[in-house]
């Protein structure tokens, strides 16, 4: 799933090919917006909320928001007038968006709407404070996670609610750089600021590239100190990594690392 600085990077992917740009054309492939023409709108601005995407639009006095969300499979890809699309099959486009210079193509984007700017609260109100945005504050989040003691740590970090852009890869690096067992609940958790902290530092960590890494190295098969390594050795210790499931998502952490409390 597309974590939190991966949702950035294509904010600023849709920045440099349409803002300031007028739309010569658009084209939505999802049955609420099929017969939407946002031609002659002008690209104010591309941001990043959590997971979501908010490409704010201007014409006259009028400003609307194309909102989408990635989810799983969702992605962006920007490409110049005339060049293949080879981002992903054609039947999973959802939206096309066209000015002069560049051609936006949305794949399999999900809770893609239109509403008007004022209203984009009624969409992304509810997050807590952004992990990239000028609204983090640890403290805020550490106060949304403390509300509810029983929920697992784990959970309380995936929760957008609390904190928004965490997800399952950053959740695994984190309690293990913390040395949390996944199912520890947050009211036994000795250091919550730490642990925000380190979540926030960790997605910080990766804005501008592609390729995640939360051990420092981008080779290959050394990115990651548990996620996605299960049965391999761990990094400090060797003992075997674990992987479940937890709360309808996947889980990998280390059991000497990690000891349950």
């Known amino acids: 799933m597309p974590e939190g600085d991966t949702v950035w990077n294509t904010a600023r992917v849709l920045e440099r090919a349409l803002t300031g740009d007028v739309l010569t054309g658009s084209d939505f492939r999802v049955p609420r917006l099929a017969t939407t023409d946002l031609t002659g709108w002008t690209v104010a601005e591309s941001a990043s909320r959590g997971k ?5 639009l201007t014409r006259d006095e009028q400003a609307m928001t194309l909102h989408s969300h990635l989810r799983m499979e969702g992605a962006w890809r920007a490409y110049a007038p005339g060049e293949r699309w080879t981002g992903r099959p054609a039947h999973l486009i959802r939206v096309v968006l066209s000015t002069k210079r560049s051609v936006a193509v949305g794949y399999h984007l999900h809770e893609l709407t239109l509403v008007p700017t004022a209203d984009e609260d009624s969409l992304v109100g509810h997050l807590g404070p952004d992990l990239l945005g000028a609204d983090w504050d640890p403290d805020e989040a550490v106060r949304r996670i403390a509300a509810k003691p029983e929920a697992s740590i ?28 996944p199912w520890t609940p947050v009211g036994q958790v000795k250091d919550l600021s730490g642990t925000v902290k380190m979540a926030q530092k960790l997605v910080a960590s990766n804005r501008g590239r592609w390729t995640q890494t939360t051990t420092g190295s981008l080779r290959k098969g050394q990115t990651s100190y548990v996620y996605g390594r299960r049965a391999q050795p761990c990094r400090r210790c060797g003992t075997a990594i674990q992987k479940a499931e937890q709360d309808e998502r996947v889980t990998y952490w280390c059991p000497h690392c990690q000891p349950e409390p």
Not at 52 to 56: A, K, M, P, T, W
Not at 171 to 181: D, I, Q, V
């Open 154 to 181: 784990a959970e309380a970090l995936l929760d957008q609610r609390n904190l928004a852009g965490v997800g399952n890869l950053y959740k695994a690096e984190t309690l293990f750089l913390r040395g949390l067992w």
């Open 52 to 56: 979501h995407l908010l490409l704010r």
